[in-house]
């Protein structure tokens, strides 16, 4: 009774050892069996669109941006030239033409800094 039951946990473990030595590519749901500009593609195409990202969103479209930028840099020019790009250089530019907290303009200005010049380009306030 011992022996089989010593016989049955080999076997287990023999299986799992095997399992645990296969790539874990053969597991991967998303993506497999893709090349890489079809992949890059997918995820270029699963951005939102410009007018889209929010300062709640921000930060996940950046994530985004940057896993396409990594990937991008491993291709090589004639499977990148494959790539419609349009919509990643569109969040790129939404994510520079804003500040940090996901409104236009990187800086604000005081419009009385001291200096003699206000917001309105003018050297004087009306008074």
Do not use: C
């Amino acid at each position: 009774m011992r022996y089989r039951i010593r016989q049955y946990l080999a076997g287990l473990l023999a299986a799992a050892l095997m399992i645990a030595m296969l790539p874990a590519a053969a597991f991967a749901e998303d993506g497999a069996g893709k090349d890489a500009p079809a992949q890059v593609q997918e995820w270029i195409d699963a951005l939102p669109a410009a007018e889209e990202i929010t300062a709640e969103n921000r930060s996940e479209v950046r994530g985004q941006l940057d896993a396409i930028e990594a990937a991008m840099g491993e291709m090589t020019e004639e499977e990148k030239a494959t790539l419609d790009t349009a919509r990643y250089e569109a969040a790129s530019a939404a994510l520079s033409d804003t500040n940090g907290e996901g409104e236009p303009g990187g800086t604000e200005t005081d419009p009385d800094d001291g200096s003699g010049n206000d917001a309105n380009g003018g050297g004087h306030r009306p008074r």
